[in-house]
């Protein structure tokens, strides 16, 4: 049987390592129409467990009932979707995603990935427990007995997806275009529907009756099925939410999300292929100590420690419960080989609800972020549950640690209510405005924050409250294009602005003057009018288009915008289909023939600059790095913006001269198109 296993080993690491390349693919192409938000990962990733759910389920089907399922109809129900799936990607290939709206941001990502990837995800996703059930049929001995499950392929399985998740932004991002990724991939699943075929055709062609199992072989209780879903279901939330937090809340780092997930592949693969690895005691300690220590972190809302720490610190706590969830959930295993498609399902069950709460549910039950408090929480109540026979001990313990973390929920939503002017939350994240006080004008000021990250300021002073504050003052890189855009001062302007935030820019409006804002979230625009005055205090005429800015200005006639400021953030960074050679085509059909681009790249993470600077050369604009420092009495903040114009005059001006720097093209960078782009050539180790 050697080369069964190899047959069977090679299909389902080939068919894992496809499964976890299409999701950041997947992911990457959808992006755009949704103004890159961090939102579209966790949505895709509820999608790619559902779809998982409904794989094993398939799976499941297929092969729940030998005694009465000959292997002719199997091997003919499995050809068709074999069959199908080819042509549903061909056909998704062709015809593309089919984006067209971000009104419906969930609804949106469900259909594009269902429409382009939906059937073969399904097909792949099948693959390791149905090999499973079928090698051991297969392996099954003369009188009809089936062999013992072969588990080491679902964490053979795991390794493939490690690799691909790995694989993705390292070497095929940066090097290959999307279209060629497609192409790749395409090719990769026909390779994989050629092996699977290849083990239809090898399965037993006559009826197999095989005998159930030895009578030690008891079914598995009812009680051990629960805990097959909920403990993945943990782990699953523990992924998500911790995933969320560390992207939104400790560091807007690109890619930072494949770390969660590479951990929570790791604990699949440790407790299904070196279970000797999971020491209960051991892990339950650290466990109890990791949700004890971040849970008291998290009341602590004025401590903070270094970031890379505090990600190490996290990722650590996400391996600690995700190990234990996986590694209890291994040793509840069946003995039966007819439960073990059963044991997948209801694993990605778990899974699919886990993700589905923290990506879906939570957003539009709460309104503030609770997310990895719960997933704390939940993860004791179910540590508590799988440890509940162990003796009054681990009872005492976990139902500590369980009140404990409930208790932390409560405090966290007191907190929030209490320091919050309004908190509100949906797909694109979670918008707070808070109210502190300038010392310097001695006067209240509001800050708009999503997730961490600040949006925007206002001083409630007689004079605080018209003048630009934060990344927009007067001498920032958007204050000298506002500043000096126009010879003629007294003739009317036009600005467009892609992204409200508080609507600051608002302020350097004039009488006559038009600004047109572009913002794609729906809970912006309130928080910008009711809490914050630059909107209606500012003398211009101000109008506002709701939907991401690209779709927006395509269908547009001209606006000749003497300037167009490019203010959109997704947490810590402009999102990238903003900045490719497509859509400065796009802003150039936009502006006046001596209009100018200003690009708001402040960021700890990123040096776009260059990037820009490459994006500038290849259509003939002039481009110059501004970059301001902060100032507190003022409430300005350390703002970096890059401006492009095809004006040569522009860069001269005295006041324009000596703030504006020239900009250095690093080597090796390539022209981010929507075809291509890539992060990883501009990180820079050192925030600011």
Not at 394 to 413: D, P, Y
Not at 536 to 560: C, F, H, N, W, Y
Not at 683 to 688: K, M, S, V
Request: charged share 15%; aromatic share 12%.
């Amino acid at each position: 049987m050697p080369s069964t296993r190899l047959l069977y080993a090679t299909t389902a690491f080939l068919s894992a390592f496809l499964l976890f390349l299409i999701e950041p693919l997947a992911a990457k192409q959808i992006l755009p129409i949704l103004g890159g938000s961090s939102a579209v990962w966790l949505t895709c990733l509820v999608f790619f467990q559902t779809t998982l759910l409904l794989g094993y389920l398939y799976a499941h089907w297929l092969a729940s009932d030998t005694r009465t399922v000959d292997a002719g109809r199997q091997r003919n129900a499995h050809r068709i979707v074999l069959g199908l799936a080819p042509i549903a990607l061909v056909l998704g290939l062709i015809f593309g995603p089919g984006l067209s709206s971000s009104a419906h941001p969930v609804a949106t990502i469900f259909w594009s990935l269902t429409r382009t990837i939906g059937l073969p995800f399904l097909l792949l996703a099948s693959t390791s427990p149905l090999l499973q059930r079928w090698l051991s049929r297969n392996e099954a001995d003369p009188s009809g007995r089936p062999a013992t499950v072969w588990f080491r392929l679902f964490a053979l399985s795991n390794i493939g997806s490690l690799l691909a998740l790995l694989a993705y932004p390292v070497v095929v991002e940066p090097y290959l275009t999307l279209r060629l990724q497609r192409t790749l991939w395409a090719a990769g699943f026909f390779v994989f529907a050629g092996l699977s075929w290849l083990i239809v055709q090898n399965q037993r062609s006559s009826s197999i009756q095989l005998k159930e199992e030895a009578d030690d072989a008891e079914p598995a209780p009812r009680f051990h099925r629960w805990l097959w879903f909920l403990l993945p279901m943990a782990a699953a939330m523990q992924l998500s939410a911790v995933t969320e937090h560390l992207t939104i809340n400790i560091a807007a780092i690109p890619l930072l999300w494949v770390l969660p997930l590479a951990v929570y592949l790791v604990t699949f693969i440790l407790a299904f292929d070196r279970p000797a690895f999971y020491r209960r005691p051991v892990v339950v300690r650290v466990l109890v100590v990791m949700l004890a220590s971040l849970g008291y972190a998290m009341t602590k809302t004025d401590f903070s420690i270094p970031i890379g720490l505090t990600i190490v610190f996290f990722l650590f706590e996400c391996f600690v419960a995700c190990f234990f969830c996986h590694g209890e959930t291994y040793a509840l295993r069946p003995q039966r080989a007819s439960e073990s498609t059963l044991f997948y399902l209801l694993i990605a069950a778990g899974g699919a609800t886990g993700t589905f709460l923290v990506g879906i549910a939570f957003p539009l039950l709460f309104d503030s972020n609770y997310d990895l408090a719960i997933a704390f929480f939940a993860t004791a109540v179910f540590a508590l549950a799988a440890t509940w026979r162990d003796g009054w001990a681990q009872r005492l313990l976990w139902t500590t640690a369980t009140v404990l973390l409930f208790t932390l929920t409560v405090m966290l939503h007191l907190y929030f209510a209490r320091n919050s002017l309004a908190s509100m939350r949906n797909f694109y994240g979670t918008l707070r405005v808070t109210q502190g006080f300038a010392p310097a004008q001695q006067a209240p000021m509001r800050t708009l924050l999503h997730g961490t990250i600040q949006h925007g300021t206002q001083i409630f002073s007689p004079q605080g409250s018209h003048q630009p504050t934060s990344y927009y003052a007067a001498d920032s890189g958007i204050g000298l294009a506002l500043r000096f855009c126009c010879d003629d001062d007294s003739r009317p302007r036009r600005i467009g602005v892609i992204g409200l935030g508080t609507g600051t820019i608002a302020a350097y409006g004039h009488p006559g003057d038009r600004i047109q804002f572009y913002e794609i979230n729906p809970q912006v625009e309130p928080i910008a009018r009711n809490l914050f005055t630059y909107l209606r205090d500012s003398p211009a005429a101000i109008t506002l288009v709701p939907g991401d800015a690209r779709t927006s200005l395509a269908s547009e006639t001209p606006q000749k915008f003497d300037v167009l400021a490019i203010d959109a953030f997704s947490g810590d960074a402009i999102p990238l289909h903003l900045l490719t050679t497509q859509a400065l085509k796009l802003y150039l059909h936009h502006l006046a023939p001596r209009g100018i681009l200003a690009f708001h790249v402040s960021n700890q993470y990123l040096d776009l600059a260059p990037e820009l600077a490459l994006l500038a050369q290849s259509a003939n604009l002039m481009a110059r790095d501004v970059i301001t420092g902060s100032n507190q009495a003022r409430g300005e903040f350390r703002a970096e913006w890059v401006l492009m114009t095809r004006d040569p005059s522009f860069f001269d001006r005295e006041e324009i001269a000596t703030l504006a720097d020239p900009i250095y093209i690093k080597p090796h960078l390539r022209l981010w198109t929507d075809d291509y782009s890539s992060l990883l050539p501009v990180l820079q180790t050192g925030g600011h």
